[in-house]
């Protein structure tokens, strides 16, 4: 998840080439606007799932897991990999940069924050495959043809449900991250866009006057 943006990596150029002070100040205030909602989004992060939970078996190894490489569910390890980035991304193909983004870094973590994005019912049912080498991990291979939705359906119940953020794009909706940031209810990019501001002001009062935001 990303907040985007537009029309700001000149002004911070210039910030770190002229105005050190003032961009170390801008990403001190920024970081604590992400962090807020990367505590909350942690307190929202199961240790594990007990019995009843429809999860059990996330929590535990077990070989039906196993043989798709579907990662152990660890609410640690989840917690541990939720985290924000300052650092601005090459442009996409519409020439945006993401400058400050929200990351959920486990494999673990990813599932549980978008499955049921793209399709509540989960991916494509198959059944079982006998060899291995054919198995397609964009599709089912469970013996139950409601194995994807119940798994969504328990993410819904021991996490919450997918929160939407911005616009109606369907993939950007999610139950720990987004969440979290959806709570702020547009806090968090209004800290961001106040600290630009001040900043910004600053910068331009420094130019006209480089007495201006230092200690006499």
């Known amino acids: 998840m990303a907040v985007v943006l537009e029309g700001y990596l000149d002004t911070l150029r210039a910030l770190r080439q002229f105005t050190p002070d003032l ?26 799932f007990g ?17 798709q490489n579907f990662p152990k569910w660890s609410g640690a390890v989840v917690r541990r990999n939720l985290q924000y980035s300052t650092r601005s991304t090459r442009p996409n193909k519409s020439g945006f940069v993401q400058a400050y983004s929200l990351l959920s870094k486990s494999a673990a973590g990813a599932i549980a ?11 494509p049912h198959v059944g ?8 397609n991990r964009k599709q089912s291979h469970s013996d ?13 119940r021991n996490i919450g449900e997918l929160k939407r953020v911005g616009g109606k794009t369907k993939n950007k909706r999610g139950r720990i991250l987004y969440a979290a940031y959806e709570a702020q209810q547009g806090r968090t990019i209004d800290k ?25």
């Open 23 to 48: 961009y170390k100040e801008l990403n001190k205030e920024i970081r604590s606007a992400l962090q807020e909602v990367i505590t909350d989004a942690k307190k929202r992060v199961p240790n594990e």
């Open 51 to 67: 019995p009843g939970s429809g999860l059990r078996q996330w929590s535990e190894p077990n070989k039906y897991l196993g043989q």
């Open 113 to 123: 924050e978008t499955a049921g994005t793209q399709n509540r019912q989960g991916q």
């Open 128 to 135: 079982a495959v006998t060899d291995r080498t054919y198995q």
């Open 144 to 156: 139950n043809p409601r194995a994807g939705a119940q798994f969504i359906e328990a993410l819904d």
């Open 192 to 216: 961001i866009m106040l600290a630009i501001r001040k900043t910004k002001t600053l910068y331009e009062q420094r130019v006209s006057d480089p007495r201006v935001g230092k200690a006499a």
